[in-house]
């Protein structure tokens, strides 16, 4: 079982940067590769990014490429999430999300095979 908790969004306006964090429990964090996901009012949940369980491979969905950057600290078990450049349509509930992997290079996007789901933490940007 991994507990996931999400803290860092708020309020910030259009060009700012905000960076998320995801605190996992349990000792098997390193096996988990790691996504975050959004979901804006009145759509669907949607990818953001992800991270092998090493950090050896990312995934950046089209949107928010060469404006977000996804990492992890294995020690700390924790995954972060810096978001550059804000702009309106990025404001969302986001969510992080553990997926148990065997393989160092193993990422995936799609929302069904990940395992475990944070509460999610609101991120508002003002235009």
């Known amino acids: 079982q991994v507990q996931l908790v999400e803290s860092g969004g708020g309020l910030v306006q259009a060009g700012g940067s905000l960076r998320l964090s995801c605190a996992a429990s349990g000792r098997t964090f390193s096996s988990y590769a790691m996504g975050w996901f959004r979901q804006a009012p009145g759509k669907e949940r949607e990818f953001v990014a992800a991270?092998?369980?090493?950090?050896?491979?990312?995934h950046y969905a089209d949107s928010v490429k060469c404006r977000f950057i996804i990492s992890r600290e294995n020690a700390k078990n924790t995954v972060y999430l810096q978001m550059n450049s804000l702009k309106f349509e990025d404001t969302a509930v986001y969510y992080c999300a553990a997926d148990y992997s065997g393989r160092n290079y193993y990422i995936t996007t799609t929302e069904g095979d990940y395992d475990y789901w944070g509460q999610g933490t609101q991120v508002t940007v003002s235009s």
């Open positions: 991270i092998s369980r090493g950090g050896l491979s990312t």
